[in-house]
């Protein structure tokens, strides 16, 4: 099975920190996105990843970076955290392509509260 | 804007009886997928059907299987025989070609005992 792993489940910053978010995942997937999920919204991509130091903005990247330096690993980077950032982040990784019908794996996500 | 609607922000079932829980979409493509997924308390989120919008005849996994309206838009999930375990988020997601996969808000499902 795919595993995709999110470095914390619970995250507590404060406003201007800058915060880094890791993900792992173990299948040796090219492609890694990030998530941000609010209640009433849904889930939102912020990032996506199709190769080694590869990104491509989603639809809401302000505020955000991301790194990829390793095929398994892709950070979510808050430059300088806003109280409006608080939100459960998810990661997830795929065989295919950003644009493809195959299924994403999920990680179980980070709650994080910026106060 | 290509859009993703779950009317029910929260249903409700008692084991072993039958929900279903509804999504409309909005677009002018022809061609796409539509998904439901499913996100357990504190757990990862789940792949539990998929549709691809040429295809005629409704997809099943199990218990779980859709009503795909493609005049009306419209991608509704059924859940028979429900169980405890089936308590989740839901989400409908949609993904036209060549763009990226749309969520909907969720739907939020309690199964009684």
């Known amino acids: 099975d795919v595993k995709v792993t999110q470095s914390s489940r619970y995250l507590v910053k404060r406003t201007g920190e800058k915060v880094f978010l890791e993900c792992v995942q173990d299948m040796d997937h090219e492609n890694m996105f990030w998530y941000r999920q609010d209640p009433g919204l849904g889930l939102r991509l912020i990032y996506f990843s199709y190769d080694v130091k590869m990104k491509e903005k989603g639809d809401i990247p302000e505020g955000y970076s991301v790194s990829r330096e390793k095929k398994e690993r892709f950070s979510l980077i808050l430059e300088s955290a806003s109280t409006n950032q608080t939100s459960m982040y998810l990661c997830?990784?795929?065989?295919?392509?950003?644009?493809?019908?195959?299924?994403?794996?999920f990680g179980d996500g980070t709650r994080l509260s910026i106060l | 804007a290509q859009t993703v609607t779950q009317s029910q922000p929260e249903m409700s079932v008692q084991e072993a009886e039958t929900v279903t829980l509804s999504c409309t979409y909005d677009?002018?493509?022809?061609?796409?997928?539509l998904f439901w997924y499913k996100q357990p308390p504190s757990r990862q989120m789940i792949l539990v059907i998929r549709q691809e919008a040429y295809k005629q005849q409704n997809a099943t996994e199990n218990r779980f299987s859709v009503n795909f309206q493609k005049a009306a838009k419209s991608f509704s999930l059924k859940i028979s025989d429900s169980q405890l375990g089936d308590t989740a988020m839901y989400f409908c997601a949609f993904r036209p070609n060549n763009n990226d996969m749309r969520f909907g808000a969720g739907t939020r499902l309690t199964v009684k005992p």
């Open positions: 997830a990784s795929s065989s295919a392509g950003r644009y493809s019908n195959q299924p994403q794996h």
């Open positions: 677009t002018s493509e022809s061609n796409y997928y």
